[in-house]
């Protein structure tokens, strides 16, 4: 575990941190008031001379009166950017108490007494996957005895036993019990205030553009205004950048210090089984909000969201060949829960506010804490769980979808059949053995497709060409290209580390060179074997259609051919959607580009809309792919196809117009890219035909 004195470290330099602010906040504000303190003084004493001057004093009556006019407006406007309130809100979060709920406030009880925590002011409900505490805002609790509340997501409890739960909550407990969550509530309220000033307060701005509308002089002075507002924002963006990076290495030893407190109540499996299903959990509640949105807008509502959770879960477990518990509950075993390939390089995110999940499990193990387990359901604990759920769901869909009113419910298994009929729509078929899941299919070279000599058809099959070992490759070889653009990203410095580590070595920044050459030979020769592999099992099916017919044989290489051909256009699509929503912010940031760069962009706009315009006709004509679209699509397509739109010759383009662009590229694109799926489906079906398989039946 981390050492105290290391923590210590972390709470002084945040405190330095916090107090930096605070002192050069209060500094803004003093000097404001020197200034028109000086101003006014400065101004009055003219005035005042002037009145024993005759004519000349006329002038000086005015030199008098603008510096009061000055000392007055900058005290106003520094008041005006740094004195901004704006109201949070939290959409669905619940109060509940002692009285509806006395089983789950007697939990707490027992488990604030057994963390030695205080006791939480208010407990909220809210439907997320996620548990966590605050202190109530506010200047009472910046420098005096806060308020603490916890905040337990009924998603959470929906994937949690009992045991579980109370490891969740332990570690919030744990944070109660940190003296440092006061400065949590100290960077929270900075961040507030820094954010309202960077982005919320519009008040100094309107004041701006009235002064501007005032005449010549007054239009001079809030340019002025204009600049001292840059300066400003500099100051508090970089300070706002300081002060954060300080938090996110204090907010995850602060994590550690809770996961201790949890651990020493809960045990190692408890807290690792915890942790896994949350994980899992928010994956497929993420899902069914995104689903439930969709369904919501037909007019399709579930009653209970919870219910149609929990059967995700089961379903997800399921594909996965997970088992379930007696209550019904996923148990993630280190194989279940690590089937992806995780990235060789590593390291610390300076803004990542939490461990990642193999440090915290990494603790957990070497910690080695025995535990009991209880392993009824977290809803036990609830009174009235049904009505609880439906009431929470009603307020989800009142924060996804308010202009929508629930009119008829449509049962949870509904929608897991239709999700489970999507799956088994584009899954390919069970024999390939996930081989050309997820990637293109390779390019084959002409003249290259040549039948099996018969020394090759002894030694090849279906299991032999599909083997699991093949797709683990495959997987090495697609990470290895993600882990090789990381490490041009830390060579370019778009990534900012000094250190990392590749394959559990550390290194240094400017070492990765050295890694990216070595990772690029690796890369080059698995892509070789990768086309090899794709060409050889095509060969295979390729030979048993010369044995049905000649036809057959041409026909399968012609069908591939297709999809290549298909692959490589959604590819151009994927890149157009890319370049112009990369272009949206450069068009429409606060910051004026300049205008060599603005032209260079419009032209690049040109190209990709032209190149839009072309792919999207020769879709159009495809009605085997362009009549799955949706009318409101398709009559978009055809108007964009038909209207040249004004970005094309005017400066700068227009956002809308921008916009709609990159939502057809993007629309046309998930559609084309399903499309594509399909077929090679239909082809994989088609290639099972021309394989052992069928030569046994």
């Keep these: ?96 108490t002692e009285k509806e709920q006395p089983v789950l406030f007697d939990f707490i009880h027992k488990l604030v007494q057994q963390t030695k925590a205080p006791y939480p002011k208010k407990v909220y409900l809210v439907p997320d996957v996620n548990a966590v505490v605050f202190h109530s805002p506010g200047i009472t609790g910046l420098f005096g005895e806060a308020d603490k509340n916890l905040v337990i997501g009924l998603g959470m409890v929906n994937s949690l036993n009992i045991s579980e739960f109370k490891m969740v909550l332990a570690h919030e407990f744990g944070h109660f019990s940190q003296r440092s969550m006061k400065l949590v509530l100290h960077v929270y309220t900075i961040n507030k205030i820094i954010y309202n000033i960077l982005y919320e307060n519009k008040g100094w701005r309107n004041a701006i553009i009235w002064l501007s509308n005032k005449g010549l002089l007054a239009a001079l002075l ?56 949350a994980e899992m959990s928010n ?156 990637r293109p299919f390779s390019d084959i070279p002409p003249g290259r497709l040549e039948p099996f000599s018969e020394e090759e058809q002894t030694l090849y099959t279906l299991s032999t060409l599909y083997a699991g070992e093949h797709r683990q490759r495959i997987r090495h070889y697609f990470r290895d290209m993600q882990d090789a653009a990381t490490l041009q990203a830390i060579i370019s410095g778009e990534i900012q580390v000094t250190q990392f580590t590749y394959g559990n070595v550390q290194y240094r920044s400017h070492e990765a060179l050295k890694i990216l050459d070595k990772l690029q030979q690796q890369i080059g020769r698995n892509g070789d074997w990768l086309q090899e592999h794709d060409l050889l099992a095509l060969r295979y099916h390729y030979t048993f259609a010369l044995r049905h017919a000649l036809e057959a044989a041409t026909n399968l290489q012609e069908q591939y051919k297709r999809i290549l051909s298909h692959q490589n256009r959604a590819a151009a699509l994927n890149e157009i959607a890319g370049m112009i929503m990369e272009s949206i912010p450069i068009f429409y940031s606060d910051n004026n580009i300049p205008p060599a760069k603005a032209d260079y962009r419009i032209q690049i706009l040109r190209q990709e809309a032209e190149e839009l315009q072309q792919l999207l006709q020769d879709l159009l004509f495809q009605h085997h792919i362009s009549d799955q679209w949706e009318p409101d699509l398709q009559q978009k397509v055809a108007h964009f196809i038909q209207y040249q739109y004004p970005y094309l010759l005017a400066h700068p383009p227009l956002p809308e117009e921008l916009e709609a662009m990159h939502d057809i590229s993007a629309a046309v694109s998930d559609h084309y890219n399903n499309s594509i799926l399909l077929m090679k489906k239909d082809f994989l079906y088609r290639c099972l035909d021309f394989s052992e398989l069928s030569v046994a039946h």
């Excluded at 210590?8 to 605070?22: A, P, S």
């Excluded at 204009?226 to 706002?240: D, I, W």
């Excluded at 060789?344 to 803004?351: G, I, L, P």
């Design 222 to 277: 809030s340019r002025l205004f204009v600049l001292l507002a840059a300066g400003l924002h500099f100051l508090f963006r970089n300070m706002h950048e300081l002060i954060n990076q300080q938090y996110m290495r204090l907010s995850r030893e602060m994590e550690f210090n809770a996961d201790e407190v949890a651990l020493s109540i809960c045990g190692t499996e408890t807290a690792i089984s915890a942790m896994r299903r």
């Design 1 to 96: 575990m981390m050492s105290g004195t290391y923590f210590k470290q972390e709470v002084l330099r945040m405190t330095g941190g916090v107090l930096l602010f605070y002192v050069t906040y209060v500094i803004l504000l003093l000097c404001s008031l020197l200034l028109m303190a000086a101003f006014t003084w400065s101004g009055s004493t003219l005035i005042a001379y002037a009145s024993y001057q005759g004519i000349s004093g006329i002038f000086m009556s005015v030199s008098g009166a603008v510096l009061l006019l000055l000392g007055i407006l900058q005290a106003v406007f520094i008041a005006l950017f740094l004195f901004s309130r704006h109201k949070t809100t939290v959409p669905y979060r619940t109060v509940v």
């Design 283 to 438: 994956a497929c509640f993420q899902q069914l909000l995104q689903r439930a949105t969709t369904w919501a807008r037909q007019q399709r509502f579930i009653r209970n969201i919870y219910e149609a959770h929990s059967m995700l879960i089961k379903y997800h477990a399921k594909q996965h060949s997970t088992p379930l518990d007696h209550q019904q509950l996923p148990q993630y075993n280190d194989d279940q829960f690590g089937t992806t390939v995780r990235s060789q390089v590593q390291f610390r995110d300076r803004w990542a506010s939490h461990p990642t999940q193999e440090e915290r499990e990494q603790r957990y193990l070497e910690a080695n804490i025995p535990g009991v387990t209880i392993t009824q359901s977290a809803w036990t604990l609830f009174h009235d769980a049904e009505t609880l759920q439906e009431h929470m769901s009603q307020q989800v869909y009142q924060v996804l979808t308010p202009e929508e009113k629930p009119e008829q419910w449509a049962p949870a298994e509904e929608f897991i059949r239709e999700i489970e009929a999507f799956h088994e729509q584009y899954a390919f078929p069970a024999p390939y053995n996930n081989y050309y899941d997820d």
